[in-house]
């Protein structure tokens, strides 16, 4: 099976998946496109006009990177998924949470005026506190394997450092579960791998393109 995955460079949704695909050792292709400049080609293949998109045998289009992961799992030997139907749907649910912490930090990043942002900021420590009370003591989400959740948070979690350095968004004395959850996934090749080269100027020039109050600051 053919697979090429359409990204962006700093995009954290393709993230997941380019984990997805390095834990689970699968051959691909990835092509880096230009969100503030997409090609014909893309917006064609692409329903919403964003990624990640997964080209699968050059014929059939996946969108959605939960849904791509699920495939990416589905297609490969051994399964990244819980096969307690209860303990899935909670994980599937905690996924789409974790997109919408990716979206405030996307948002912080948007506000022009720094009272917003900082209650962005806010808003987004109060979203992050309720996975840490979640978290157990496990190196990862359902224990001491990857899961699927794992790769969809690690993105999230490696941006928070970023954010950290340039305004202090959170404490991390004041979340021990998620510190060490993000220490346990950076130790891992598959997500060490799926941070693009020069990340922090890719991800600076990004927020600067956002031209908000974070951009006269980074
Ligand atoms: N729910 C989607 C979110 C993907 C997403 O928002 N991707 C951003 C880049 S990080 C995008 O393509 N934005 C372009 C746009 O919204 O026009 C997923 O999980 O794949």
């Known amino acids: ?50 990624v990640p998109v997964l080209k699968v045998d050059d014929k059939d289009v996946l969108f959605e990177s939960a849904v791509i992961n ?15 139907p209860l303990t899935l749907a909670k994980n599937r649910a ?11 930090l996307f948002l912080i990043a948007n506000h022009k005026d720094e009272k917003d942002m900082k209650g962005q900021m806010g808003e987004c420590v109060t ?3 309720r996975v840490e009370d979640i978290l157990n003591d496990s190196t990862f989400f359902n224990g001491e394997e990857l899961s699927l959740i794992d790769a969809a948070y690690a993105p999230l979690l490696i941006r928070l450092d970023f954010m950290n ?30 941070i693009v080269e020069d990340f922090k100027l890719h991800y600076t020039n990004k927020i600067k393109g956002q031209n908000g109050y974070l951009a006269s600051i980074v």
């Open 127 to 129: 979203r992050l506190q």
């Open 94 to 104: 905690w996924i789409e949470y974790g997109g919408t912490c990716l979206a405030d």
């Open 1 to 50: 099976m053919k697979l090429e995955l359409i990204s962006f460079n700093v995009c954290p949704f393709v993230q997941r998946s380019v984990i997805t695909l390095n834990h689970k050792n699968c051959e691909y292709d990835i092509t880096f496109i230009d969100l503030l400049n997409p090609p014909d080609w893309f917006l064609e293949i692409s329903p919403l006009g964003k």
């Open 70 to 84: 699920e495939f990416i799992d589905d297609v490969t030997p051994g399964s990244l998924k819980p096969s307690d």
């Open 165 to 194: 350095e340039k305004l202090n968004l959170l404490d991390w004395n004041n979340f021990p579960k998620l510190k060490r959850w993000r220490d346990n996934l950076l130790n891992l090749e598959a997500v060490q791998k799926s």
